[in-house]
Nanobody
């Protein structure tokens, strides 16, 4: 059974930075792509960032390009999301997920394991 545990979410001010972590267990972490998604109140869950199994390819949603950075440490079975220049519209529950394969698509259906989420709130 795969388990993902996100951490690092909290209340911050507009313009602040925050780093989220996602610790994985129960699967050979290094073989699979990882993604970060978010869901704001009343909205659908959306793709934020994805990283392939070896970090060789990374993609971002247009709304976070240039501000967010995804990375992974396969030795620690952990994926990170560094978020800079945070805006109130970044407020959401952030989820990490394991891809069904080595890549990291932007489609929710391409991920089969999800964490419980961590709340990020950005005040104006």
């Amino acid at each position: 059974q795969v388990q993902l545990v996100e951490s690092g979410g909290k209340l911050v001010q507009h313009g602040d930075s925050l780093r989220l972590s996602c610790a994985a267990s129960g699967r050979t972490f290094a073989r699979f792509g990882m993604g970060w998604f978010r869901q704001a109140p009343g909205k659908e869950r959306e793709f934020v960032a994805g990283i392939t199994w070896n970090g060789g390819s990374i993609n971002y949603a247009d709304s976070v390009k240039g501000r967010f950075t995804i990375s992974r440490d396969n030795g620690k079975n952990t994926v990170y999301l560094q978020m800079n220049s945070l805006k109130p519209e970044d407020t959401a529950v952030y989820y990490c997920a394991v891809s069904r394969g080595w890549d990291a698509p932007a489609t929710i259906g391409d991920y089969d394991y999800w964490g419980q989420g961590t709340q990020v709130t950005v005040s104006s």
